[in-house]
């Protein structure tokens, strides 16, 4: 059974910081391009950072590019994204995705982690 699983959210303060955390199983984590997605209310669903199985290249939002920090282990199945700088507009739903595409397409979503950056 494939499960992502989501952990890390909360509340803080403009100018904070958060760690996300994304634990898979059920897969071969090791060959899977692993994201992190977020939606604010009345938003559609964006992509926030990416990083490819070997995490030797990753790729962020503009709007994050430079606070947000995508990383893996893949001896420990797991995801992370460091959030610095948090600001108020960075408030949404965040969600760990798993994507492999080998003729047919592999698509993991995890049931996400509430992030309020709010006074």
């Known amino acids: 059974q494939v499960r992502l699983v989501e952990s890390g959210g909360g509340l803080v303060q403009p100018g904070g910081s958060l760690r996300l955390s994304c634990v898979a199983s059920?897969?071969?984590?090791?060959?899977?391009?692993m994201r992190w997605y977020r939606q604010a209310p009345g938003n559609e669903r964006e992509l926030v950072a990416a990083i490819m199985p070997g995490g030797g290249y990753t790729n962020y939002a503009g709007s994050v590019k430079g606070r947000f920090t995508i990383s893996r282990d893949n001896a420990k199945n797991t995801v992370y994204l460091q959030m610095n700088s948090l600001k108020p507009e960075d408030t949404a739903v965040y969600y760990c995705?798993?994507?492999?595409?080998?003729?047919?397409?592999?698509?993991?979503w995890g049931q996400g982690t509430q992030v309020t950056v709010s006074s």
């Open positions: 059920g897969f071969t984590f090791s060959n899977y391009d």
């Open positions: 995705n798993a994507l492999l595409t080998m003729g047919i397409r592999y698509n993991y």
